[in-house]
């Protein structure tokens, strides 16, 4: 036997200037909008192990039983292992979306398989949306702060991005009425208006219902759609579930997004969009120039995991544990974060947002949270223009309890320096410290209420 | 011949650092040396100790990395190493230290005052904060003393926007400096050996500061190579520019940043590592001069292991 000749490894050298000059010009002109931000090189340093990372959006896949993961795989190995090594249907096989059914259901939700398609992560379905939806220059209307993964995906189709604010009832839907209003006078239709009702990715915040009606309604008398990205709806650890926008509209003017990401794992790569038939045709055409399917290995895995029937209690263990997380969270922020910091406290979900005192820029805090080995995402992450600078996203999902109390210690600390240091500058004198545990009335509904804003001690559980 | 190539760190630069280390690593391969790369942590002296490296080539950027640091463990192992020796790293990272550096040596730098946060915190020294107007003049710009790559640089147009800026500045450093704005064309002189390579000019996109985001992102900044200047003020650059190399004690390379308006040159501050990644300046400047990179990478090391040469 002759042994197997490797080819010599052949590296490319690196480009030289005129190279990059000369590649620039055949850059398309959306490029100028994908950009590289000075935040995201600090990300560079949040991997180190010494770091504790609040700055991740991770599920917990720690307590997935591995000898689950194990025999689902060998039986699909033994049982279809061709099928499970082909390429699939574009719109996903009828078998996922069954339990894509089931998961919609769970939320009272009873679409048409027919309208249902299989993607890529919730990722993909952004993207197919805007692929279908958005020329360059359009409007595009989403949440201030928005989820950060979709900004790109806007910049990228060159949509025209306009950010309505949120308080702790979720997105402003007063405002977003004036918005369509002014934006009809000046004879400019948004496509769509992209929301994150329940559990809000960065501000854990959930559309009240009040809203969500006025929200289906606006979108039905405008006639423009309503994305409805719904990763976290199932993960409530208390209060009351609200009907997702989907099963209030009826599904005619809502594009529904769902994942498996945050209910069984973001490694698989499933997601899911539930359009209007006449909308569908389109996603499914940009699905096929894409990637003409979904991965049909991680579908058949999917299917043999819900057929376990085992999937409802692993959410029940996420619930339990993200819950505790979340509690450990709040009570670190209300030991250890200066009396000038607010944030929220969501009833699910992976997030808390923290917004500090407006002279402090959490993008250059972060720089000095880093020294001390803890990192968060800054809020201007979340934010197009130049808003959320002095917010920060948290996440309790993918740390542990020990991690997050000295985490938001370490955080705490930094940001006190920063607020003494100011009023060293200015001579402004600091808030007493907060009173521990001392239930605080609530905040007036007023103008002056939408986020940032405080909520201790309600923790919802 | 075996390069360690040392990257990375705990630097704010980190990401930029392992860019430069990653180009560098590749260069040195395709002349044939054997590479260690070194993503610089606890296990320094340990990775070096047992690689047993003829030279170690530094491509750390920011603090912990271009401030002696590093440079000061290889000295006591007794292992050679590419840029600027120990003290004139130390004077390069530290900008008042630098600007003391340049303005004793008769050199042209704009006008600054530097406080410690203990100043503010212990001193009083907000009190001191209403004679900028006298004394800098707004606009200025506040910068951390140590650090690269514009992180935590601010602009303050008028007195009430300093105390923020201050905060953001002192988020990077315990030491700030406050610098009298010079409005002017952007220009940086790498220098190799002692000899200054063409000038670059950073054109930044309309309405854009030379910020961070421009200085790594293709296309937001143009960078003109060599920059379209007059006999005499390229002389005058130039020469302010090979002036400050020497009075901060470079040896190697090192990039000279400058403003130049009306009145001529004004030096800013010395990189002593500067980026060597795809965007960099001194990779531009040195393939204007005729240098392809490989080549630029071969004339570092030469300069390292036999520093007489320069």
Redesign the interface.
């Known amino acids: 036997m002759s042994e197997v000749t490797q080819p010599p490894q052949r590296?490319r050298?690196?480009?030289?200037?005129?190279d990059?000059e000369r590649y620039?010009g055949l850059?398309a002109a959306r490029?100028?909008v994908m950009?590289?931000?000075?935040m995201?090189?600090?990300m560079?340093?949040t991997a180190?192990p010494e770091v504790i990372s609040l700055a991740g959006g991770l599920p917990d896949t720690s307590t997935f039983p591995p000898q689950s993961f194990a025999a689902q795989m060998t039986r699909i190995a033994q049982e279809s292992a061709a099928e499970a090594l082909q390429y699939g249907p574009t719109e996903g096989f009828e078998e996922t979306k069954d339990c894509i059914l089931q998961v919609m259901a769970a939320e009272g939700m009873l679409p048409d398989p027919e309208d249902v398609i299989v993607t890529t992560g919730g990722q993909q379905a952004i993207d197919l949306v805007c692929k279908t939806l958005v020329d360059p220059g359009d409007v595009v209307i989403c949440e201030a702060p928005t989820y950060p993964g979709a900004v790109p995906v806007f910049c990228s189709y060159q949509a025209d991005v306009v950010q309505v604010e949120c308080d702790e009832n979720g997105m402003r839907v007063e405002q977003l009425e004036e918005l369509l209003g002014t934006l009809r006078r000046e004879g400019r239709h948004p496509k769509f208006i992209y929301s994150v009702p329940t559990f809000q990715n960065p501000a854990g915040v959930t559309l009240s219902l009040e809203r969500r009606a006025r929200l289906v309604e606006l979108a039905r008398m405008h006639e423009l759609l309503v994305i409805e990205d719904n990763p976290y709806g199932l993960l409530r650890f208390g209060g009351e579930a609200l009907p997702p926008l989907y099963q209030l509209d009826g599904g005619d003017f809502v594009i529904y997004i769902g994942t498996f990401s945050k209910i069984l794992s973001p490694g698989i790569r499933l997601g899911w969009a539930v359009a209007p038939p006449p909308v569908m045709e389109k996603i499914v055409l940009g699905k096929q120039a894409a990637d003409l399917c979904t991965s049909t290995l991680t579908q058949y895995f999917v299917r043999e995991y819900f057929e376990e029937g085992k999937w409802r209690g692993y959410i029940e263990d996420l619930i339990g544990l993200y819950r505790d997380r979340r509690d450990t969270m709040l009570a670190a922020l209300d030991e250890h974060f200066p009396a000038e910091a607010t944030w929220t406290a969501p009833e699910g979900g992976l997030f808390i947002w923290a917004t500090l005192p407006p002279?402090?820029?959490t993008s250059?805090?972060l720089?000095?949270a880093?020294r001390a080995d803890v990192a968060f995402v800054p809020g201007e992450a979340a934010y197009i223009d130049e808003r959320g600078r002095n917010s920060m996203r948290l996440n309790f999902s993918g740390v542990t309890e020990a991690e997050i109390r000295e985490g938001i210690r370490r955080i705490g600390k930094v940001i006190s320096e920063?607020v003494?240091?100011?009023g060293?500058?200015?001579?402004e004198q600091r808030l007493p410290q907060r009173p521990a545990a001392a239930p605080e009335a609530e905040p007036e509904p007023s103008d002056e209420n939408v986020l940032p804003f405080r909520k201790t001690g309600e923790a919802g559980s | 011949m075996k390069v360690a190539v040392l990257k990375g760190g705990r630097s704010l630069e980190r990401g930029v650092s392992l860019r430069s280390g990653a180009r560098v690593e590749d260069a040195l391969e395709r002349l044939g040396h054997e590479v260690a790369a070194v993503d610089v942590g606890a296990d320094l002296v340990e990775r070096i100790t047992a690689d047993r490296p003829d030279v170690a080539f530094v491509a750390m950027h920011g603090v912990g990395g271009e401030d002696g640091t590093a440079q000061e463990l290889l000295e006591i192992l007794g292992v050679p190493f590419t840029g600027p020796g120990v003290a004139a790293c130390a004077r390069c990272i530290d900008k008042v230290l630098a600007k003391n550096t340049i303005r004793e040596a008769g050199l042209p730098t704009p006008d600054w005052v530097a406080f410690n946060q203990t100043a503010f915190r212990e001193l009083g020294a907000a009190n001191a904060l209403g004679r900028l107007e006298q004394t800098l003049g707004f606009p200025l710009v506040v910068k951390p003393s140590r650090g690269g790559s514009s992180l935590g640089v601010r602009f303050a147009a008028a007195e009430d926007e300093v105390p923020n800026a201050l905060v953001s500045a002192f988020s990077y450093d315990d030491r700030v400096l406050m610098e009298r704005f010079v409005e002017g064309r952007e220009l940086a002189v790498s220098v190799l050996g002692g000899e200054a390579l063409p000038v670059v000019e950073a054109i930044p996109a309309e309405g854009d500061r030379y910020d961070f985001e421009a200085r790594y992102a293709i296309g937001r900044t143009r960078f003109v190579c060599p920059a379209e200047l007059s006999d005499d003020e390229r002389r005058a650059v130039t020469e302010a520019a090979l002036a400050s190399y020497r009075a901060l004690g470079c040896s190697g390379f090192a990039r000279v940043d400058l403003i130049l308006d009306s009145e001529g040159p004004w030096v800013l501050e010395a990189n002593a590592i500067p980026g060597l990644t795809d965007t960099s300046l001194l990779p531009q400047a040195a393939e204007a001069a005729g240098m392809p990179f490989e080549q630029l990478v071969e004339r570092i090391l030469d300069l390292a292991l036999h520093p007489a040469a320069a």
Request: net charge positive; charged share 30%; hydrophobic share 40%.
């Open positions: 590296r050298a690196h480009t030289s200037t005129r990059l620039a850059f490029t100028k950009r590289s931000s000075a995201r090189d600090l560079a340093i180190r002279y402090i820029d250059d805090l720089a000095k880093l920063q003494e240091l100011y060293a500058l200015t001579g």
